[in-house]
């Protein structure tokens, strides 16, 4: 059974730091790219970021370039997100997702429970 | 960045109703399209991949077509767990994005 568990998440105030982890198992991590996906209070799913399995490649959204960072250690199965700067409109519940990648299909396959962030003084 | 675009934003079905959702791409997106359903706290859930690709283990009342800028996901008889919120994605550029949601109320 394919598990993604979040963890890092919780209040901070504006201006501030959390790193986010997903750590995977049962799942052969290091053959998958990986996202973040988030979803603010009572709003719908926004992709953030993307690495891709070996790490050389990464991808933000325009909301998050600059402030967070996307990485992983694939020895030990961990995918981070690394939040600086958080604003207000940084409060979501927080995503992992593998990326399902071939050369007919590309979709997000197992997703983690989520992690609550919520940036408020 | 491509915009998706569902309709109806909710709607409202009894059980055994046929139902759907129509997902609109900006600019054509082959066939990059992806479902997903989203119950209340829990994470997302793939249901069709590749616009009409049924992932393994979801039921087969499910279904997708379409290509291009124009996508449907039906719901041939809906049952009672599939009041649920339902979102359209596409794959085909970055930045990967997702289409609003539609929710599905019970009547």
């Known amino acids: 059974q394919v598990q993604l568990v979040e963890s890092g998440g919780g209040v901070v105030q504006p201006g501030g730091s959390l790193r986010l982890s997903c750590a995977a198992s049962?799942?052969?991590?290091?053959?998958?790219?990986m996202h973040w996906v988030r979803q603010a209070p009572g709003k719908g799913l926004e992709w953030v970021a993307f690495i891709n399995l070996d790490g050389n490649n990464k991808y933000y959204a325009d909301s998050v370039k600059g402030r967070f960072t996307i990485s992983r250690d694939s020895f030990k199965n961990v995918l981070y997100l690394q939040m600086n700067s958080l604003r207000a409109e940084d409060t979501a519940v927080y995503y992992c997702a593998n990326y399902y990648y071939d050369s007919t299909h590309r979709y997000f396959d197992y997703w983690g429970q989520g992690t609550l962030v919520t940036v408020s003084s | 960045d491509i915009q998706m675009t569902q309709s109806p934003s909710s709607l409202s079905a009894s059980v055994g109703d046929r139902v759907t959702i129509t997902c609109r791409a900006s600019q054509s997106i082959n066939s990059y399209l992806n479902w997903y359903h989203q119950k209340p706290g829990k994470a997302p859930k793939v249901l069709i991949y590749?616009?009409?690709s049924l992932q393994s283990g979801v039921p087969s009342r499910f279904s997708g077509s379409g290509s291009g800028t124009d996508f449907t996901l039906t719901i041939s008889s809906l049952q009672p767990e599939d009041f649920a919120t339902y979102y359209c994605?596409?794959?085909?550029?970055?930045?990967?994005?997702f289409g609003q949601g539609t929710k599905v109320e019970i009547k």
């Open positions: 049962e799942f052969t991590f290091s053959s998958f790219g």
């Open positions: 590749t616009a009409s």
């Open positions: 994605q596409q794959t085909y550029s970055v930045p990967w994005t």
